[in-house]
């Protein structure tokens, strides 16, 4: 169906963006090695990698997957739609006491570019909380998606996570002050949650109007 196409890229810059604005290691390390100037753009890269990663585990293993097993298919989506509405609840929560992002690291800290990259991907790739909230969120909304409506998914999705590496490496100096800020987190945290139940409830909607694997 042409018309999931520009959906489909839509959608997956907008979950992507939802799922990478927010505080965490990976995070916090690229804002601060943007701060020192010290090699931003290798910890960026290192995240974007990793994004890639678990997009493509997501949207060409889980999501393919689940296409070509129907009978699966309502489960995926209800259980994404809980898992969206579950993170949007967070978000929504996070808003009573939002936290700031820690960017202070003495500079003899910082390491090379080796060790910085290293650094990045093992925040990320070690950390098991990744494989399962990508992997499942990505595969759980690609699979109502035709075989090319997953690959703008896809590309969306990556697009969004070089979108958001990229400002915190070019402007984590500017960004600073606003990453500080527990105001500028309320703010985040309602986009963000408002974001997720909006993609839950699109999922919702899909699931029981039969718009499921409905690739004609």
């Known amino acids: ?49 990793a994004d890639m990663l678990f997009i493509t585990l997501g949207t060409t293993g ?4 689940l296409a070509r097993l129907p009978l699966l298919a309502p489960v995926a989506a209800w259980g994404g739609a809980a898992f969206l ?7 929504f929560r996070a808003v009573r006491s939002p936290n700031v992002i820690d960017t202070r690291t003495p500079r003899r800290e910082l ?3 080796r060790q910085v990259a290293a650094t990045a991907l093992g925040l990320t790739l070690l950390n098991p909380h990744p494989y399962v909230d990508s992997v499942v969120l990505f595969g759980a909304l690609s699979t109502p998606l ?9 590309l ?22 606003l990453f500080r800020s527990p105001r500028a987190w309320r703010w985040l945290d309602v986009l963000v949650g408002t974001l997720l139940w909006t993609f839950a409830l699109s999922l919702m909607w899909r699931a029981l109007h039969g718009g499921l694997l409905d690739h004609g």
């Open 85 to 91: 509405f579950w993170h949007g609840w967070k978000a």
């Open 111 to 113: 390491g090379g570019p």
């Open 1 to 49: 169906m042409a018309e999931f196409f520009p959906a489909a890229l839509v959608q997956g810059f907008g979950v992507s963006a939802a799922h990478l604005i927010g505080v965490s290691a990976l995070n916090a390390f690229v804002l601060r090695q943007a701060l020192h100037r010290h090699h931003p753009l290798v910890a960026g890269s290192a995240g974007v990698l």
């Open 156 to 177: 969306g999705a990556v697009s969004a996570s070089l979108a958001w590496y990229a400002l915190l490496a070019f402007g984590g100096v500017r960004l600073a002050p």
């Open 62 to 65: 889980l999501g393919a997957l």
């Open 146 to 154: 035709p075989p090319l409506g997953r690959t703008l998914f896809a």
